[in-house]
T-cell receptor, first 113, second 109 residues
Framework: NAGVTQTPKFQVLKTGQSMTLQCAQD?????MSWYRQDPGMGLRLIHY???????DQGEVPNGYNVSRSTTEDFPLRLLSAAPSQTSVYFC????????????FGDGTRLSIL | GIQVEQSPPDLILQEGANSTLRCNFS?????LQWFHQNPWGQLINLFY???GTKQNGRLSATTVATERYSLLYISSSQTTDSGVYFC???????????FGKGTHLIIQP
């Protein structure tokens, strides 16, 4: 039982490049979400999904796309990377968005040059 | 949206000391969690505690939902307790966790 797995762990991009951050969970959780963490701050919600085929925006969605074709996977896409997207990205999952603890992956550290 | 404030922002203690971390929130919540972010950046879920009191070894937490605060107690601190402690809630109509800015704890040997 691996929990929440994020890949890659580190990535450096040039401004304007696109990439996909991968997130997979093996706990059959319906709710999955993406957060970003900037220095000196807590995490902020980017996008979330309450089940396969259903996604919605969080607090800071601009510049990011998500899809949820399966229960297990929830990739985050950067369409055209900008230096302001330099951050650490965390994926999380739980049985529901309200009533259960959320489990986090180990994060992806992303630098945009 | 809901506001989450944590105090103190920084705390430096000697090994063996006890500490209390506080989390205040501005609206009713139906999910409150405490996390420890270790020096490697991993977020470890300590407690899921929307109300009441829980204990896990040297750590315990209490949430008084009616007064909109939660406390995390760490007893007999060890150097491995160092890191950032986050309080996060679901409430105020938000669809995910709203995090406080954390308490940065340093335990010196």
């Amino acid at each position: 039982n691996a929990g929440v797995t994020q890949t890659p762990k580190f990535q450096v991009l040039k401004t304007g490049q696109s990439m996909t951050l991968q997130c997979a969970q093996d706990m059959n959780h319906e709710y999955m979400s993406w957060y970003r963490q900037d220095p000196g701050m807590g995490l902020r919600l980017i996008h979330y999904s309450v089940g396969a085929g259903i996604t919605d925006q969080g607090e800071v969605p601009n510049g990011y796309n998500v899809s949820r074709s399966t229960t297990e996977d929830f990739p985050l896409r950067l369409l055209s990377a900008a230096p302001s997207q330099t951050s650490v990205y965390f994926c999380a999952s739980s049985y529901s968005k309200h009533l259960r603890p959320q489990h986090f992956g180990d994060g992806t550290r992303l630098s945009i040059l | 949206g809901i506001q989450v404030e944590q105090s103190p922002p920084d705390l430096i203690l000697q090994e063996g000391a006890n500490s209390t971390l506080r989390c205040n929130f501005s609206d009713s919540v139906n999910n409150l969690q405490w996390f420890h972010q270790n020096p490697w950046g991993q977020l470890i879920n300590l407690f899921y505690i929307p109300s009441g009191t829980k204990q896990n070894g040297r750590l315990s937490a209490t949430t008084v939902a009616t007064e909109r605060y939660s406390l995390l107690y760490i007893s007999s601190s060890q150097t491995t307790d160092s890191g950032v402690y986050f309080c996060a809630v679901v409430g105020g109509g938000a669809d995910g966790l709203t995090f406080g800015k954390g308490t940065h704890l340093i335990i010196q040997p």
